[in-house]
């Protein structure tokens, strides 16, 4: 297929009940638990800022702080909380990513829980040693007589359909690596403010990885009230029997509307499992899976060769090799810079899946 016609299918990719984007994906929306009660109709954003409400309300010693996050923030999602809660409370901070974790980990460590925002998850570098030799190792290192746990990074993270090579990424992976620390991602408003509720008050250091392209165009009937969703379990989001589909974050959306296409084109049933955590992840749900299916595809948005996928695949080797019937795929970002006018090719859209899910199918 030319190029021309790979990009016109890119840009303009369209599901009838879905919401349109830059990278051409169709948000599918979740119906929350009857069992958490009344709910409003709330974007990814909102219910991100619900949660940290609900946090500070109930829990007087939590402080956020970060860049600009006094006014709401530039994705506002701490909007109304510095006059709700006071400025000892919700405050800016110097622009230094290094110096934000290090504050955070000191009121961490003196009992304070701590909600520190990495403005854009490619500028949480310069508190990577903070982050990898500090707040995952001060438990470890004191013999659990000190511990940060209190603290909770959130960054916002991955492809926003604009945001070229520095507001782009997604570096799970580098910190999937470190024991001592949580790695979270959503996938819509509903699992947002569950995840975040339970990572700010888990007494382990979690980074939350907030997928900005949802910010504002992912909405659901989101429960009012205070939940909690558990950590280190994976969602089968939608079931089936002939392949298994791993992803998180924003890729869930992808992966669903493909187990369609793939049903509808293919008469091939797909199985859509959400990671959620990234560290430490289920990998019991995962091996469940393909000891049922047979075959298995890892989509995400990181670079491919050391990609978290390429742990799942490792895994899943391991544990499921006598009921592999294909090669595991894998379908992600490529080995480059994130680029800005390339990136409908850059990511792991719908047809790059569809193809993964052919060659699956196919093999022999």
């Known amino acids: 297929m030319s190029c ?34 009344e709910t409003t109709k709330l974007n990814m954003f909102q219910s991100i800022n619900s949660a940290m409400d609900i946090a500070m309300e109930k829990d007087s010693s939590a402080v956020l702080f970060g860049e600009d996050v006094a006014f709401g ?61 500090e707040a995952a190792k001060y438990r470890y290192r004191s013999g659990n007589e000190y511990n940060c746990g209190g603290l909770t990074v959130r960054a916002p993270w991955g492809a ?53 392209i949802l910010y504002r165009m992912a909405a659901e009937e989101v429960p009012v009230g205070d939940y909690t969703l558990p950590l280190s379990q994976a969602e089968v989001v939608r079931q089936g029997s002939d392949i298994t589909m791993i992803g998180w974050g924003t890729v869930i959306h992808v ?37 049922k299916t047979g075959k298995a595809m890892v989509v995400h948005e990181a670079p491919l060769t050391q990609g978290f996928g390429a742990e799942i695949a490792a895994r899943i080797q391991e544990s499921c090799f006598l009921h592999l019937e294909a090669p595991i795929q ?9 680029a800005y006018i390339y990136e409908p090719f850059y990511l792991p859209d719908k047809w790059r899946c569809f193809e993964a899910v052919k060659k699956l199918r196919d093999f022999m």
């Open 4 to 37: 021309g016609r790979l990009l016109k299918r890119a840009l303009t990719s369209v599901k009838k009940d879905g919401i349109r984007t830059a990278a051409g994906f169709a948000y599918i929306p979740q119906t929350p638990n009857p069992a958490l009660g």
């Open 73 to 133: 923030g530039v994705f506002r999602c701490s909007l109304g909380l510095q006059d709700k809660y006071g400025s000892a409370r919700v405050f800016n901070t110097p622009l230094t990513e290094q110096g934000i974790i290090g504050f955070g980990i000191g009121v961490a460590a003196a009992g304070t829980t701590a909600i520190a925002e990495i403005q854009f998850a490619d500028y949480i570098y310069p508190g990577f040693d903070q982050i990898v030799n």
């Open 160 to 212: 926003v359909g604009h945001g070229a090579l520095y507001h782009s990424q997604s570096p799970e992976a580098f910190f999937a690596h470190v024991p001592g620390i949580k790695v979270v991602v959503p996938r819509g408003p509903i699992q947002a403010k569950g995840l975040l509720l339970s990572c700010i008050r888990d007494q382990n250091p979690c980074i939350f990885f907030e997928p900005k």
């Open 255 to 291: 992966l669903l509307e493909v187990a369609t296409m793939a049903e509808e084109q293919l008469g091939v049933s797909c199985e859509v499992i959400d990671l959620q955590t990234i560290m430490p992840y289920d990998s019991a749900t995962i091996e469940k899976s393909v000891q």
């Open 330 to 338: 894998r379908v992600t970002g490529w080995d480059t810079p994130f």
